[in-house]
């Protein structure tokens, strides 16, 4: 009698091997890792000179040579170092919103990092002095983020220009066209403006000590003091009597002044003697009887 002969089946082995599975799931683990996307930091710094320096951080697995991209008030890109810290230096930016994002070796993007480019406008101070000859002199100080190389431009009753030095001091020597208001504005490097104002009302002239002596042949000498600022060089007018009616006198520097005219026979009177100062201002007639 024949026995049959079975074959007996051997349980399966799962799929895959315990340790393959190990190994995928080792694998799936290392790339979640390396899938978190980049996280960044901004900061914004204004610096002498219209330069601005963005600063700030990558964190990442891999947080070298990472690449951040500049846009708004700021364009331009850098990496980051070994450490993840950037920065970047720019003379060519402008007021405003700057943003920031880095993109890592996997293609991943961080967040979008903010920051802003503002600087304090500058401020202006100004005080007038007298020169000579009917100038005079406007000093003043702009003080601000870059006082230096700025134009101040000048109108009113006095015009020009005048150009700050490293320190934002400026001076300005003109003649006025009159008495009243001078004005100043200035415009910094990034844009931002301010003006002032100061006033001109110098005191009328006045004319004192007005006197008249006889000399021989009816030949008369007037005198007198003018009291004004920068009085060197002023005019003064004699009036009053026929012979008087074209009669002038220089104003010396201590204010004095003196003319000879010789008067008709028999001419008396009231003399009158009348200044007007470097801006148009008259003094009120002083009289001497003759």
């Known amino acids: 009698m024949f026995g049959l002969l079975g074959r007996s089946r051997r349980k399966a082995k799962p799929w895959p091997p315990r340790h393959a599975r190990l190994w995928l ?27 601005v320096v963005l600063s700030g951080y990558v964190t ?10 500049f846009s708004g008030a700021v364009t331009g890109r850098t990496t980051t170092n070994t450490m993840g810290y950037y920065s970047f230096s720019t003379m060519n930016a402008s007021l405003g919103s700057v943003s920031a994002v880095a993109v890592d070796s ?10 802003t480019i503002a600087v304090t406008a500058p401020s202006l101070a100004m005080s007038i002095s007298y020169d000579t000859l009917g100038k005079i002199r406007l000093s003043g100080t702009v003080t601000g983020a870059d006082p230096g190389g700025l134009s101040v431009s000048l109108s009113g009753v006095l015009t020009g220009s005048a150009s700050t030095a490293s320190n934002g001091t400026f001076g300005f020597v003109g003649r006025a066209i009159g008495t009243g208001s001078i ?17 001109f009302n110098p005191d009328p002239p006045a004319i004192t000590a007005f ?20 009085r060197a060089g002023m005019m003064v007018q004699l009036g009053g009597l026929p012979s008087l ?7 010396q520097a201590d204010g004095t ?9 028999g001419e008396s009177g009231m003399a009158s003697a009348i200044t007007t100062d470097w801006w148009g201002q008259k003094s009120e007639a002083a009289m001497f009887n003759v």
Not at 26 to 49: D, F, I
């Open 106 to 115: 996997s293609g991943l993007s961080s967040n979008t990092a903010a920051g």
């Open 245 to 251: 009616q074209n009669a002038v006198a220089t104003v």
């Open 211 to 230: 006197t008249g002596t006889e000399g021989m042949g009816n030949v008369w000498t007037f005198k007198g003091t003018v009291s004004a600022p920068e």
């Open 257 to 265: 002044w003196s003319v000879t005219v010789q008067l008709k026979t």
């Open 183 to 199: 004005q100043a504005t200035v415009t910094d490097a990034w844009g931002n403006f301010s003006s002032a104002q100061v006033s």
């Open 60 to 69: 990442d697995s891999q947080p070298m040579g990472i690449p951040v991209s």
């Open 25 to 51: 799931e080792a694998l799936e683990e290392r790339h979640c890792l390396s899938a978190a996307a980049p996280s960044l930091t901004l900061s914004t710094q204004v610096n002498p000179g219209h330069t």
